[in-house]
């Protein structure tokens, strides 16, 4: 089992910064791909970003240009930065961990609020 702690959601004006951060249990090099979701009331939830174990990185096509995720070895810990924030990023915003062996198995933080909103 792989628990993941999340933290750095909170209330941001339109135009603003947040940082999110997403530490697992064990080594980020045992986990194959590090992904950030999203849910907003009444919209299904969202993948916003993906980094592998390569370091490539996935974006979905609304938050492009945006959001940068990222991932520190030494502090085993994986970031999303979150620029130019508007209204409609406004979510719980969660952080997912898939791991390869036999099957896929597959980890969930749990959920740290972002508001946008002046």
């Known amino acids: 089992q792989v628990q993941l702690v999340e933290s750095g959601g909170g209330l941001v004006q339109p135009g603003g910064s947040l940082t999110l951060s997403c530490a697992p249990s064990?080594?980020?090099?045992?986990?194959?791909?590090m992904n950030w979701y999203r849910q907003a009331p009444g919209i299904q939830h969202e993948l916003v970003a993906t980094?592998?174990?390569?370091?490539?990185?996935v974006y979905a096509d609304s938050v492009k240009g945006r959001f940068t995720i990222s991932r520190d070895s030494a502090k085993n810990t994986v970031y999303l930065q979150m620029n130019s924030l508007k209204p409609e990023d406004t979510a719980v915003y969660y952080c997912n961990a898939r791991i390869i062996g036999r099957g896929i198995s597959e980890f969930w933080g749990q959920g740290t609020q972002v508001t946008v909103s002046s």
């Open positions: 980094i592998t174990s390569g370091d490539s990185t």
């Open positions: 064990v080594s980020i090099f045992r986990i194959n791909t």
